[in-house]
Nanobody
Framework: QVQVVESGGGLVQPGGSLRLSCAASGSIFNLYSMGWHRQVPGKQRELVANINIGIGTSGSTNYAEAVKGRFTISRDSAKNTVYLQMNNLKPEDTAVYSC???????????????WGQGTQVTVSS
């Protein structure tokens, strides 16, 4: 199995910054990508950003339009860890942020998405 653990959420004032971390561990044979999604009550979960993470990959990234220019996703492939640097936060960024890892385990022939428990980010004055 693959475990995904997030950290770094909290309360921040509008215009402030937070950095989220997400680490994948367990019986990982190949880790292809990791990403951040967010969800508010009553709305669908939406992609925030994702990144190719496999060692030797380009580290290409993808961002939601709402966060382009404010959020930056980065990786440490050796540690199977990704970071989400969030700057100039707005009240509408308030949500539960969840991390996923697209990985293949040693006992599986296909990769799957594995999810963390999520971390709350609240932007409020």
């Amino acid at each position: 199995q693959v475990q995904v653990v997030e950290s770094g959420g909290g309360l921040v004032q509008p215009g402030g910054s937070l950095r989220l971390s997400c680490a994948a561990s367990g019986s990982i044979f190949n880790l292809y990508s990791m990403g951040w999604h967010r969800q508010v009550p009553g709305k669908q979960r939406e992609l925030v950003a994702n990144i190719n993470i496999g060692i030797g990959t380009s580290g290409s990234t993808n961002y939601a339009e709402a966060v382009k220019g404010r959020f930056t996703i980065s990786r440490d492939s050796a540690k199977n860890t990704v970071y989400l640097q969030m700057n100039n936060l707005k009240p509408e960024d308030t949500a539960v942020y969840s991390c996923n890892a697209f990985a293949r385990t040693r006992s599986s022939t296909s990769p799957f998405y594995y999810w963390g428990q999520g971390t709350q980010v609240t932007v409020s004055s």
